[in-house]
């Protein structure tokens, strides 16, 4: 069976490596936005796993 990979700017959910990947932003950097903007609505935590909603973020 083939498996493919879903291409980070077609995805609807970036970890935070990929988000820094993408926006070209720190992963230090990252986190504290991500711990300063919990509410905001473009978080999604998963146990200690956070999850940035790609389009929210860019608007963000």
Do not use: H, P, W
């Amino acid at each position: 069976m083939e498996q493919t990979q879903v291409e980070i700017k077609d995805k609807f959910c970036l970890t935070i490596d990929e988000a820094s990947v993408y926006f070209n932003i720190g992963e230090k950097k990252l986190r504290k936005i991500v711990a300063d903007n919990i509410d905001t609505g473009f978080i999604i935590q998963n146990g200690v796993k956070f999850l940035i909603k790609r389009k929210q973020f860019e608007v963000f």
